[in-house]
C-alpha cells in the first residue's frame, strides 16, 4: 500500500518561510516525478513545483510562476522524501499543500498525500 505523508504545514506571518517534507512508502519513486500542488478555499487544486528525472544524474525542478524564486523544491531519494522550501511567503501562499508522486509505469497512477495546512497571515 503507498502512503505519502506531509508534515511541516502551519501558520506563519508574510515574508516568513516553511519547510514542507513528504514521506512515501510502499513503493520507491526514484527516477519518477514527486512533486506539490495546493488548494485554497473556493479554489481549484494547481500545480506548484516537481521533479523531474533528467536522463542523466540529476532532476529538473518546474514551478508555477507564482513561485518562481521564493519556493525550491528537492528530494532524497534516498529517504524516497520530496522537500519544499517555501520564503517570502504572502498571504495568497495560504492554501492546503498536497505532495504527489507519479507512477509512470504503464498507464501511470497518481498518488496524493492526506495535505498539509500552510496559512499566512498578513
Known amino acids: 500500500q503507498v502512503q505519502l505523508v506531509e508534515s511541516g504545514g502551519g501558520l506563519v506571518q508574510a515574508g516568513g518561510s516553511l519547510r514542507l517534507s513528504c514521506a512515501a512508502s510502499g513503493r520507491t519513486f526514484s527516477r519518477f516525478p514527486m512533486g506539490w500542488f495546493r488548494q485554497a478555499p473556493g479554489k481549484e487544486r494547481e500545480f506548484v513545483a516537481t521533479t523531474r528525472w533528467s536522463g542523466g544524474r540529476v532532476y529538473y525542478a518546474d514551478y508555477a510562476d507564482s513561485v518562481k524564486g521564493r519556493f525550491t523544491i528537492s528530494r532524497d531519494d534516498a529517504k524516497n522524501t520530496v522537500y519544499l522550501q517555501m520564503n517570502s511567503l504572502k498571504p495568497e501562499d495560504t492554501a492546503v499543500y498536497y505532495c504527489?508522486?507519479?507512477?509512470?509505469?504503464?498507464?501511470?497512477?497518481?498518488?496524493w498525500g492526506q495535505g498539509t495546512q500552510v496559512t499566512v497571515s498578513s
Open positions: 504527489n508522486a507519479h507512477w509512470a509505469i504503464g498507464l501511470g497512477t497518481d498518488y
